[in-house]
Structures are given as C-alpha cells and as structure tokens.
C-alpha cells in the first residue's frame, strides 16, 4: 500500500496522512484515510445517492455502486484491492469516446463521481474533468436542444434524467456543479419531457406498463428530487397534474394555467411528436415515433425489413393505453409489393389551441409514395389517422391502365387491455373499450369512411380486430389509395346515432375518380363533418357544393354559416 498511495497521492493532499505514510504508520494512515472519506460522504450526502442508485428500472449502475462502496465501506477493503479498485473505475472513464449515449453519460457520472469523492488522489482530477465534459456533451448532443432525445435514445429519457440529477444533487452539496447555465436548461426541459411522455400509472409512453408500485415510487422520487434542482415553477404544476397520485381540482387556476401552455410538442430532430389536448390524463393524447428505436428488435414484420420503415404510435385516453405499437402496413399494386426507399420525413406539422396535425412521407419503390396523416382536434374529440398512396409528383396526372389495383392492409396495436367488436349489426365501425374496467365503458368508436357502412359481399375491404390488432383492408383501382380511420373519443356521444357517406367530388363539372381525390361525410350525433383528400396536385374542386384547393381537410358543418373550416392543409404546387 506506501508505495501505491504515495504515488498517488496529490501533492495537495492533507500533509498529516502523507507524513504517515512516510514514516511508515500505513495502518494508521489506512485509519486516516478511512476517516477522511467517511466525512467526505456524509458532506455529499452519500447513503442517500446510494438509495437512488438502487432504484429500480433506472440504469444499469454496478461502477457507480462500486465507487460508492469505497467510501462507505472503506475499512473493510483490503488496501490493495481498495486501489485495484479504484484505478479500474478510472480506466473504465477514460475508456470513454463517445458521450452521446446512456454507457458514457454513466462514464460521465462515474468520473464526476470519483472526482468529487477522492480528490486527493492525482487520477481523479482528470477524471472530473473528463467525467463533466461528457456530461455537457452529452446535454447538448443527446437532446433537441427542447430536452428530448432522439428517437434512438428516448427509451433511455428516464435513466439519463436520473444520471444528470444525482449529478446534479452532488455538484450542489460540492459546491461545485457539473455544468453551466447553457446546459441547465437543457436539463430542465428534459425534465419536462419527462413529464410530458408519462402515462396515468407514471410509466413512459412506448415503455411497458409498471408492474407494481415500487417502479412507480421510484420514479416519482426521481421527478421529486429533479423538481427540488429545476427553476421553472410550472414543471411542478405539470407534475401536480401528471404523477400518479396527484390530482388538479377541474376547474381550478393551477387547471387554467396548464391548458394555456405547450402540452404538444414536435421534433424533427428527435422524429418524435406529440400530439395531446391537455395535461389531464383523461384527454386524448397521441405519441408519434418515426425514426430508429435504439437496439428493440424490428416489430413492423410485414412492411419494412430495417428500423427506416416504421412508424410506432400510442394513444392514451380516459387513462387508458388505447393503442400502442408499431404501425404495419402490407401495400402492393397489381400483386407486387412496394418496397420503403429511405427514411420517414415529417412533411407538415401544425399545432394550434383547437388541433394538432403531422404528416410524414416515405418514398416507396415503383415512384409511389405514402404519406401518413396524424389529426387531433381537442374540442371535437376527433382523431383521424390516415394513410395515401400517391404517385410521385412528375407522374401525379398519369393515367393507368385497366385493371390496375392498389392493395391496403393496415395493422394499428390495440393497447394491452383493450378489447374491440363490431359496431351495430353488420356494420364495418368498430368499438374500442377496455378489459379493465368492472362495467364495460366505451372509449373509442372506430369509422372507416372508405368502406361502406354495411358489409357486403362486395365489399372492397374491412375492418376487424385480429391478434390484438385494428385492421384495415381496402383496394381500390389507379395511381392512388386514400385510407383514413376516424376516432370518435366523446366517450358519451359513442350512444347515439351515426352514419357516414363517400361523397362525389367534381373538377369542371366531371366526376373526380378515387384515385385522385375522396370526400366523405361522417355525422357524430348532432356533429357533421366533411373530409377531403386529394391525391394529385392541387387544383379547384367541389364537394357538397364547397370550393377546396386543398391537399388535405376538415370542417364542421354549421347550420348558420355552412361549412367551418377546422384544418385546411394546402401545398405548394411546386412541391
């Protein structure tokens, strides 16, 4: 041990613990050193970073625990293994190049860590150093610059927010923080994504479900100690409406300032959206993800054959997982197979106080793209969810040939304790309602306006329930396909009638085929509305008498004042 600790002993250290080893008193230099460490841990408050360590579901944190345990338990370890010890923590921090990950903003808290706890020893202070600069890098290169990761990492978004808050919590009782200001809002808005991506129970959106309440306690400790380092007082408004256990009286003014703040969010960069009608947890929420999901294996079976070609969504409603999984489609034109070319790209996104839209594309083979349409309207208790199949923009006004056809499969995940059945007799409606209530209590009714609303022989489709699916069947003849499902969430209104008709859209007095464009109407009880796609580039058309140029829209009827526009979605005709 003399020699070793010398060694590494900083020429700064306490001059009584080098003098003894010096003169040779190694025991009591060990007693010293022992002594030292345990008053340096009750000054970090070190049992208490253990406790949060041990938390469980955050993050795999063995050399963390390890590095801990050479201040607590000093006296127990033989000096020799004490240093081994030590010096392959150390190692295991420089071994680090990339920052932009879970493994080196652990790296990171493991050399902030050990240069908070043994600055006497020469290593440390290069493994502080080493250890803070993967922490600001990761900061700045792991999230969107609105505190969300990419849609590689997002599934890590709760054991990064753990790392960076015992960070954190130590730097503040060290006197000594971690990073700078640029980097504390990044942390504080990771804290509010948090909040923002966690469901009724406290579990994180696209993640399993907790399994008891230990994981739900053990993150609220975690918001609660992020919230202690947070200076944004609205994030503990949002965690008084999101946690589990916590409750905002309807009605009351902590209610009135969250529905006026951002619930929704969209990232390209993170190729994640969000797209939700409040903080409550009994309002629709709708999760997008269309980029790479870390190391999960590919889900999307019959569409894509690589993570580029998946779109995983999940709806949560009434505190209910509604749906939630990977989105698969199946599209083939005259019984060959389109194929994804590239990745998905969020073309449009629109988020004001009445709705949310996105809408993504993907390339497919043969000079066909699919675009994916997104609509939340929060006064309506809408939700449309829409696939269209078009031909590339230079051959949009081609003709096609007899007997050319389009085939549509669409898979949408049930949530896991969500069951479906058949609308009223032979309907092709479905209803959604969930195996966990005691007294069965409707949650969604499902329409697909492209089929009609009896089954027939005839029929060019379905929609059916099928291994804990929503699927949609539908063909069509031509260059393209519009497949839209609307979800009525008014719970209540799901009693009442319903109907919904293909409507015929006229271009200079000529009947427009369905291939080019679709209208539909669906009435909702008392509530009509109008839809309206096209699938070519835009031009003056008429439906039910109302004039669009539109690529994509919505609107109310009213009885005064005709038609309310409540999305219109136009683009250019360069595009």
């Excluded at 010398?6 to 001059?15: D, F, G, Q, Y």
């Excluded at 652990?106 to 908070?116: A, K, P, S, T, V």
């Excluded at 050319?404 to 309907?427: C, F, H």
């Excluded at 080019?516 to 580039?537: E, I």
């Amino acid at each position: 041990m003399h020699d070793r600790f010398l060694e590494l002993l900083h020429p700064s250290a306490e001059k009584t613990l080098r003098n003894l080893l010096q003169s040779g008193e190694d025991k009591k230099a060990w007693d010293t050193w022992s002594e030292l460490l345990h008053e340096r841990g009750e000054e970090l408050a070190i049992r208490e970073y253990r406790r949060f360590l041990e938390d469980a579901g955050l993050a795999p944190t063995e050399p963390l625990e390890r590095a801990v345990d050479l201040v607590l338990e000093t006296k127990t370890w033989k000096p020799t293994d004490w240093f081994s010890c030590y010096e392959k923590l150390i190692a295991l921090v420089s071994e680090i190049k990339e920052a932009a990950s879970l493994e080196g903003q652990l790296r990171g808290e493991l050399g902030w860590l050990c240069g908070l706890l043994f600055p006497e020893l020469k290593p440390s202070k290069a493994a502080c150093e080493k250890g803070r600069g993967l922490l600001i890098e990761g900061l700045e290169e792991l999230l969107d610059g609105a505190g969300l990761p990419d849609s590689e990492h997002f599934a890590n978004l709760r054991s990064l927010l753990g790392c960076w808050t015992r960070c954190l919590a130590l730097g503040k009782r060290a006197d000594f923080l971690p990073w700078k200001t640029k980097s504390q809002r990044q942390y504080e808005w990771a804290i509010q994504q948090t909040l923002r991506f966690t469901r009724k129970d406290g579990s994180q959106v696209f993640g399993p479900e907790f399994a008891d309440k230990s994981a739900s306690l053990a993150f609220r400790r975690l918001i609660e100690q992020a919230l202690a380092l947070d200076s944004d007082l609205e994030d503990r408004e949002i965690a008084q409406a999101v946690l589990p256990g916590r409750k905002t009286p309807a009605g009351s003014k902590k209610e009135t300032v969250l529905a006026s703040s951002g619930v929704s969010y969209f990232s390209d960069w993170s190729q994640i959206a969000l797209l939700r009608s409040g903080w409550s947890h009994e309002l629709p929420g709708l999760a997008v993800s269309y980029g790479r999901v870390g190391d999960e294996p590919n889900d999307a079976k019959p569409f894509a054959q690589g993570t580029d070609g998946r779109v995983r969504i999940e709806l949560n409603l009434k505190a209910q997982t509604v749906l939630s999984g990977f989105w698969d489609i199946v599209v083939s034109r005259n019984g060959r197979r389109f194929e994804p070319v590239g990745d998905w790209a969020a073309t449009c996104d629109v988020s004001e106080p009445t709705h949310d839209y996105l809408e993504l594309e993907l390339s497919l083979s043969g000079g066909f793209r699919l675009q994916r349409h997104f609509f939340l309207a929060h006064e309506e208790e809408l939700l449309i969810l829409a696939d269209s199949i078009l031909r590339e923009a230079d051959n949009v006004r081609g003709p096609f040939a007899p007997g050319d056809r389009i085939e549509y499969e669409s898979r949408l995940p049930l949530g896991p304790a969500i069951r479906s059945r058949a609308g009223k007799p032979q309907g092709t409606d479905r209803l959604l309602f969930s195996n966990r209530a005691a007294k069965e209590v409707v949650l969604a009714r499902v329409l697909p306006p492209s089929l009609a609303e009896q089954e027939t022989d005839a029929a060019p489709g379905a929609l059916c329930a099928d291994d804990d699916a929503l699927v949609l069947r539908l063909s069509g003849e031509g260059n393209g396909l519009f497949a839209p499902l609307v979800f009525d969430l008014h719970g209540s209104r799901t009693r009442y009638p319903y109907t919904w008709r293909q409507l015929t859209v006229g271009e200079k007095l000529e009947k427009v085929p369905r291939e080019k464009a679709a209208g539909f109407r669906v009435q909702l009880f008392k509530d009509q509305y109008l839809l309206y796609r096209s699938l070519t580039a835009p031009t003056n058309r008429t439906v039910l008498g109302h004039n669009l140029v539109s690529d994509f829209f919505l609107g109310r009827f009213d009885k005064e004042t005709g038609i309310e526009t409540i999305l219109d979605v136009e683009i250019d005709e360069e595009e």
